[in-house]
């Protein structure tokens, strides 16, 4: 039974390993790519400034993207009345974009916060729940609080995501 | 070399190694060398048939009850084919040792295997395919695929709305 216990404890400790390292991974892919603070990131150019977003990476070929996730982002962008914009970005189409920001798999979703840099990753299916978390925790600061404020003020956002015309993603420079 | 590409069902691949990683783990928690050795069995099993060893639970099981969702994309089934034959010679090796009692070596390499089958599941980067396509760059005979476009070798493609 001792064995058994050990045996479960160091499989524990190393999918924990496992788990560290994954988490790392991604707190190193934010770190790079909001390296480029003060510049709108490749994907990102046709957002509204001062308001929260989810980057959505999506194929056509991506069916829990369909039936789940895309669902879940209009939930999100419902609930959250203009205080988030969801970009939709199709890895088939923006495969320079989808490598700029290290996509593995879709669906892939970023959370933005309202000053365009990256907060959060999340690779594969992500409930309506996390999102709105992870972006509730981008609220944190004054100024992010005043924008998401006004845009809640100023009524409802768009019905449907932004949706980046095919092959804009080619030019990656961020821009000023 | 051949870039012409296959549809092939990912949501198959993630079952088998999701199975793999399940009882191998289990097997190394109860220290229980036959569980390593089923997986072995059904990876080979798998491997000669050219297709996932669990698929059956699949196709019989999960995908029919609507548990498990198809994710069919355009990719080379061969590399997956050749990742898992790939495992099945680790494994092979780690149900030897454990069976000569080297025990160390034995679930050091189950370990390995669960390693790499999480690596793929998790993060989509198939170690064996990584391999399969660094061998067809340098002509070696029998590995004559290319990477989908736009995919960096081993990467699970990002999928292709081909025909």
Redesign the interface.
Known sequence: MN??LA??LL?AA?IAL?AAA?WAWNRWQLRRLGQARGTVLAGLENTRPGVAAVLY?T??????CK?AQKPALQRLEAEMRGGVQIVEID??VD?AV??YWG????PTTFVIDAHGQPRSIN?GLTSKEKLQRQLEATFGSPAANANAAVELESGPAPAEPIKRPAGSGEKLESKS | MDNKLQKVDHAALRVNQTFIISLS?LG????AWWLPAIVLAVMAYGTLRKQPGFKVIYTGLLKPRGWV??????DNPEPHVFAQGFGTVVLGIAVLALALDAGVLGWSLV?LVI?LA?LNL????CAGCAVYYWLARLNVPGFGKTAPA?TFPG??P????GP
Do not use: E, Q
Not at chain 1, 103 to 106: D, Y
């Open positions: 064995d058994v045996r479960t499989a190393l496992g994954y990476f194929t056509p070929d991506c069916l829990v039936t890895a088939t495969t989808a490598d996509v593995l798999s879709v690779h | 783990l190394f928690i109860f220290s969702k198809p994710d069919v994309i355009n370990w390693a999480s998790f993060l989509g980067f736009g990467m699970r990002k999928g292709t709305s």
